[in-house]
């Protein structure tokens, strides 16, 4: 099994190859191999290839707070 933590600025479902798997900022365990990352409220998907990761060095996943659509709008 592989370790990842998926980072973002708020707690948020995380899902792995379309799969409910946990939530943000907590390390999760996945197989090895290819997956797609996203997680709840943020259209972004991250198809990353995991391996050699272990407890004491998961792989990170950060994804950043969308910029909201109406700023800088008048």
């Known amino acids: 099994m592989e370790y990842v933590i998926v980072k973002f600025s708020e707690s948020r479902k ?4 379309d799969k409910p ?9 996945v ?9 709840e409220g943020n259209p972004e998907v991250k198809n990353l290839m995991i391996e050699d990761s272990t407890n ?3 792989e990170v996943i ?7 659509q109406e700023e800088g709008q008048s």
């Open 14 to 17: 995380v899902y792995i190859d």
């Open 21 to 29: 798997s946990g939530d943000t900022n907590e390390t999760l365990l």
């Open 31 to 39: 197989e090895n191999g290819h997956h797609a990352f996203r997680i």
């Open 56 to 58: 004491d060095y998961p």
């Open 62 to 68: 950060d994804f950043s707070p969308l910029e909201n």
